[in-house]
């Protein structure tokens, strides 16, 4: 069993920056890869990030809408994951989730709010 805490979000102007966090119950480097879904109200689930460590090394992967603002990594110690977001357009506005495979089992937070707005 797996949790999953995501938090950072806010209400924020365009053009402003958020950091969303996502805080596993069991060491994150069991985890691999890690992503970062989004979702709207009426739309599927969209792909925001993904990191996945190789021998120390991160590879990250990012949607298309998101590359050049948003940028995701992991603290190995604290457990963390992390979204950087800046230059965020109210089009960013949405539920954002993390979630990890682990066992062969998909498990997803319970997604922490991001308004963009002015």
């Known amino acids: 069993q797996v949790q999953l805490v995501e938090s950072g979000g806010g209400l924020v102007q365009p053009g402003g920056s958020l950091r969303l966090s996502c805080v596993a119950s069991r060491s994150i480097s069991s985890f691999n890869p890690v992503a970062w879904y989004r979702q709207t109200p009426g739309k599927e689930r969209e792909f925001v990030a993904r990191?996945?460590?190789?021998?120390?090394?991160?590879?990250?992967k990012y949607a298309d809408f998101v590359k050049g603002r948003f940028s995701m990594s992991r603290d190995i110690a604290k457990s963390t994951a992390y979204l950087q977001m800046n230059s965020l357009k109210p089009e960013d506005a949405a539920v954002y989730y993390c979630?990890?495979?682990?066992?062969?089992?998909?498990?997803w937070g319970e997604g922490t709010l991001v308004t963009v707005s002015s």
């Open positions: 979630t990890v495979n682990f066992d062969g089992v998909d498990y």
């Open positions: 990191i996945r460590t190789v021998t120390d090394v991160h590879y990250v």
